[in-house]
């Protein structure tokens, strides 16, 4: 493996993101990705693409497919107690999201990758850095039995939340909370109970309506952590979902057999700083907030977005005031993330111990938000994306 000017550890969206913006900058990059490229597309993850995200990816040659395939939502709504709240997104913000499945992101950068050529290991294992404080890091992996060395000016860590990286920064402070629950998604070939998200707090639990097309549902339940999938038959799901929902919405879900099904643990995490010398973090690797606000791959985008606009000015004119400030940037964005995915998650699950004042605490943010446009329009800023 030659050296290289940016080598990048993790093929997910944040390190490929990366690369496909490099290169826009005419910047080198190489990605190690430990799994098969049939593996990370079999991911099923996110499904919300926040406006900035959209406009990003359009600026970038990546808008396509969004155009065609992609379901611009101009509103969001919040069921509790019988009845479903509307935030109009675009009356709010001026502003929308987009539905549009990571796995249909991830495909579409790989096929940008490799109309340019551009460089990505597969199944590479053991990755690991050294010189991370020199001007020269170099970073050894293996493929099969053969292993490989290479230098680069710069590492980008994004190899998510389970990923090796942020194990190199010593310094780091780590903000972490679990929630005591889980997700039980499903996937199914079925028409969408709505043609908006639906979020649904019940007693029972949570419930979220969501999709991937007109014909692609995506639904989940709040289910305790140590739920065994063995004992939610489809039929189980289906009941449990048409129980949380107001009886107006679960009337009409149309119900079919599972295509997948998954548990989420939620937890939130944020590591600072994001950078040690030349190594910089990037996504997941960095910090990962419940799936409750939706910001997950948004966050690695605008991460990725701070990293290439500073990786390009040291390119263009040795600048490092940029790179020098990323962690402080990036940061600044994350953590108004994970306070709004913190806040959706508080408002919307029953907690264990949660006795009749936390139930009275959510009953009555939600009437506010009922009533209140400036309650209304601080959710739909955060839900639809702070600016960049
Ligand atoms: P990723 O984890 O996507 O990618 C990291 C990549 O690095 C992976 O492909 C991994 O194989 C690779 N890697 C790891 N260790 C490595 C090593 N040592 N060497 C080389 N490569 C290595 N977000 C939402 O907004 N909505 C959701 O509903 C949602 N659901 C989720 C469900 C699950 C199970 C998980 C784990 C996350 C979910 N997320 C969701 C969050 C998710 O979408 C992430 O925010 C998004 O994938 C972040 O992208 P990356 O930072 O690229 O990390
Ligand atoms: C999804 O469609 O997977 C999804 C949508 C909204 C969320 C989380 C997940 O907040």
Redesign the pocket.
Known sequence: MADTQVAI???????TLLAHLLESHGIESVV????SRDY?LG?I????LEQGTVDLLAAHGLGDRIDREGLRHTGVNLAAGGRVIRIDLAARTGKAVTIYG?TQVQTDLYEARDAAGGAMVFE?ED?ALHDLESDRPRLT?SVGCESTTFGADFVAG???????CSSYLPAVRRYATDYPFGWLGILAATPPVCDELIYANHPNGFALCSMRSRQLSRYYLQCPMDTDLEEWPDDRFWDELRTRLPATVGDNLITGPSIER?I?PLHSLVSEPMQVGRLHL????AH?VP?TG???????VSDVHYLSRALAAYYRDGSTGLLNAYSRTALSRVWNAVRFSWWMTQLMHRFPGDGDFGLRMQQTELDYLATSRAAQTAMAENYVGLPL
Request: charged share 20%.
């Open positions: 550890v993790g093929g997910g969206p944040a390190g190690l990705e430990r799994r990370v991911r993850r996110a499904g919300v990571q590479a990755v992996y994004c190899d998510g939340s389970h990923g090796v998954s989420t990037a996504g997941d690797a990962v799936p939706a910001k997950g791959l948004n966050l690695a």
